[in-house]
């Protein structure tokens, strides 16, 4: 039973926000992968797909502005996403605050195709 302490992870960066991974092949998954991530102020994760899966984003803090087909709308502390397979989608932090989620994959191959914009 692999138990993953978050303190000893390493983070790593994703567009300067901080992304920390939580579960993934590398920590004993089988087939799934969970990023626990650190959004800045005006920080962004841009427009993107994943081909071949979904994501569920669950904001634990903070507020950001979550981009799905083409609609905006605020999410904060409590909601939760789903961004279908190849469904384009990203987040925005433009509050003045640190805001965090967790990003989880029902895969431990992540697929991500960025629109160019």
Known sequence: M???RKGQVPS????GNISQALANVNL???RLTV???T???GGEIRLHTHPGHEECMVILSGALTAVMAGKEETVSAGDTIIAPSDVIHGLKNTSGQPATFIAIFPTTD???QWIEG
């Open 39 to 41: 959004m800045v102020p």
């Open 12 to 15: 790593g960066d994703l567009g």
């Open 28 to 30: 004993g998954a089988a």
């Open 110 to 112: 992540v697929q991500r």
């Open 2 to 4: 692999p138990i993953i």
């Open 35 to 37: 990023n626990h991530i």
